[in-house]
């Protein structure tokens, strides 16, 4: 079965650009290029991965394009692009010609809710069906009605929702997450990652038990056609291993069929980003 990793990240650590990066994530400060990662995906059984911005820059958006133009298990980029710029289509022209761009990330997570319904960010969204460019949505629960507000305004827009949507795992939050969630699965054209749920549950002593709750959640609202897995790799080794991260899911989906399996850890995520 071909394994496919919808969401990994790259950088060369600069305390400048990764401020965000706190005393406790000391593990990650450093540098993550692809010699670190091939020798994962080569254990692994991983096919190929998708590689996700993390700094709002287009010089990182360059530096991402050019690794993936030198590394071919990298089957394409989520960039970043200023979609509050008023020529926003001239940005997206320069974009296309870059066969492994496939769409491009904000870090809503960090803004206020109402950021993404302003008028020039949702001028931005209306802009990237016409270039084929979906767009992953980094939020927090808080952020999900606002998502729900933004996503109705674009039924043809491929969305999808990364790390689903970073409850508070830690904590066995459900109820305001659940219900977010739920609308927001409502609209077909919007995906879901299963990423990033290491970094929300308690880093140094989560279970796999802890998991189960929301990952019954995705897939009772999201169904097994639009999940795709995600390592978060190397964001997921403030918490635990890349093998440990893909166990999580690994025993999660054993009891599905072959072909939901093939849905989930990569058909799922080769459909939405345009790959076949």
Known sequence: MMRIDAHQHFWNYDPYEHNWMTDEMHSIKKNFLPEGLNPLLQQFGISGTFL??????????????????????????????????????????????????????????????????????????????GYDFTYDILIYPKHLESAVRMVEKFPEQRFVVDHIAKPDIKNKKL??????????????????????????????????????????????SFGIGRVMFGSDWPMCLVAASYGEVLNIVSEYFASFSQEEQELFFSRNAMHFYGLQ
């Open 175 to 220: 109820t305001d997450w659940r219900n977010g969630i739920q609308l927001l699965a409502s609209f077909p054209n919007v995906y879901c990652k299963i990423s990033g749920m290491v970094t929300e549950a308690d880093w140094h002593d989560w279970e796999k038990e802890d998991f189960i709750i929301y990952l019954d959640e995705v897939i009772n």
């Open 52 to 129: 996700v911005q993390v700094s709002q820059s287009y010089v990182e958006t360059g530096k991402l394009l050019t690794i993936a133009e030198n590394n071919d298990f990298v089957k394409g980029v989520v960039g970043w692009v200023d979609l509050l710029d008023k020529n926003i289509h001239d940005v997206l022209d320069h974009y296309k010609k870059y066969a492994r761009l496939k769409g491009f990330r904000h870090i809503l997570q960090t803004e206020e809710p109402d950021f993404m319904l302003q008028k020039k960010f949702l001028n931005g969204i209306s802009a990237l069906k």
